[in-house]
């Protein structure tokens, strides 16, 4: 059997798919051109729907993709699971330490408290009669992380699935 193996950075991490199968190689450029689509939407840096949720005023509906309410709704699930540990709302902390920058630091206490105020989940709110979402602060970022990199392994899966590949490692 023949191996396929490709690897791209998306969302700020290398993504490498190894399959095997006839389709394997034009599955992966598939997975690759759809999951690049999804990042867009997906960014908190880029023109899509979190960065606009992002750049909006407090108060401010901002209509959403189809797979940015289906994100973000899971992802408020699981912070109402695990009360707020892990939220898609974690922007404005996240972002203290600079990581990745020349300007990486160590933040106070004093902004690490600011900031895991307004990384509560439920500051960011939802309606779901034309799918729009609404930060209630201005500080509130959204950052959607792992959760952003799961959906698009699910994706990816589909995909492989879809096109008969029954061995594949994302």
């Known amino acids: 059997p023949k191996f396929h193996e490709k690897s791209t950075l998306l969302l700020y991490t290398v993504i490498k798919i190894?399959?095997?199968?006839?389709?394997a190689d034009s599955a992966i450029d598939e997975i690759f051109s759809h999951t690049k689509d999804l990042a867009v939407d997906f960014d908190n840096k880029e023109n899509g729907d979190i960065a606009r949720l992002n750049a909006a005023p407090s108060g401010e509906d901002v209509p959403l993709s189809e797979n940015t309410w289906?994100?973000?709704?899971?992802?408020?699930?699981?912070?109402?699971?695990?009360?707020?540990?892990?939220?898609?709302?974690?922007g404005a902390l996240s972002s203290l330490w600079n990581i990745g920058k020349k300007t990486a630091r160590i933040p106070s206490?004093?902004?690490i408290t600011r900031a895991s105020y307004l990384a509560d989940y439920r500051r960011l709110h939802f309606r779901e009669s034309d799918m729009s979402a609404m930060r209630d602060d201005d500080g509130v970022k959204l950052h959607l992380g792992?959760?952003?990199?799961?959906?698009?392994?699910?994706e990816a899966r589909k995909i492989l699935e879809r096109r008969g590949v029954k061995n594949a490692l994302i």
């Open 18 to 23: 190894t399959a095997e199968g006839n389709d």
């Open 70 to 90: 289906h994100i973000l709704s899971v992802a408020d699930k699981y912070a109402r699971a695990t009360d707020g540990a892990f939220t898609a709302n974690i």
């Open 109 to 111: 206490d004093e902004e």
């Open 146 to 154: 792992g959760f952003a990199k799961g959906f698009i392994a699910d």
